[in-house]
């Protein structure tokens, strides 16, 4: 299983020696070819031409626990995991980040890390942060293509894990061009042999995203969204009443994610979910 997942996705990597200077200054002198795009104490992201030419955005997670890595080590990666629910969703023609590669290993600055490179995509800018700075009118603009592609994602057979709008990158803004999205940030993905449209797993999906968005445009217009995903009148009804008393807290989290992954285990039994929101 290692061989084979390493065959396809697995890839030598030597960290840049200006990373720790990278993630002071935001630049480096020595290297001007990096680039931080953002770090916290846990994870380290940065862009940097690769030796082919092509430009990839770098996340490394850092300072893995001990118990954590040795149970990854032994199965499966978290970055091998996101590698491989992008590359799902890029093989079914649904915008995401491209993978390139994966790697592990450990660093005396770093501890243990994993790293995932994926295709750096020009001109683009989260969602969250798109909303957080213009008025609803023009928000839901681009609001409209994020939805669709939450549609995309889920008739392929994925289930996000994690859909908050900080996952979902917008083309720059432009009233005269089609707005692009693409979905990102996917180390929680689950896939399915089947679409997930209208099931449990796509609902958490929804929910997860729809009650961020509530602040940004209302719930009138959040119900022009899920329309537009695909919800028929009366769902909507039920799913705005839904996320307008819907609070996330860790148990819950754990609770759905247990729930999608038993519905995981039930898909490679050759038992399907029968699509109906609830």
Known sequence: MRRSLEATGYR??????????????????????????????????????????????IKMYRHRGRVDWYREKSFRFRVQREFDALTFLDIKGVPCSKPLFWNYGCSPDFG?????????????????VF????????????????????????????????????NILISQYDPQKKTDAYIIDMPKAILFPYPVTGT???WIDLSILTVRVLKYVGADNCAALLMHYGLDAETTRRFIAHIKCYH?????????????EFWELL??????????FR
């Open 12 to 57: 030598s990597y030597i960290l840049p020696d200006c990373l720790i200077e990278l993630e002071k200054n935001k630049t480096s002198v020595q290297n001007p070819d990096y680039t931080l795009i953002g770090a916290d104490r846990i994870t380290v992201i940065w862009s940097q031409c690769l030796e082919d030419g092509n430009r990839a955005v």
């Open 112 to 128: 243990r890390y994993e790293i995932l490179a994926t295709r750096e995509i020009i001109g683009i800018v989260p969602l969250d």
């Open 131 to 166: 909303a957080q700075s213009h008025e609803p009118r023009i928000t839901m603009n681009v609001l409209f293509p994020a939805y669709r592609l939450v549609g995309q994602m889920h008739q392929s057979g994925c289930h996000h894990g994690a859909m908050y709008e900080r």
């Open 200 to 202: 449990r797993m796509a």
């Open 248 to 260: 996330s807290t860790r148990l819950k989290r754990n609770l759905e994610r247990g729930e999608c």
């Open 267 to 276: 898909a490679h039994l050759g038992i399907r979910y029968r699509p109906a």
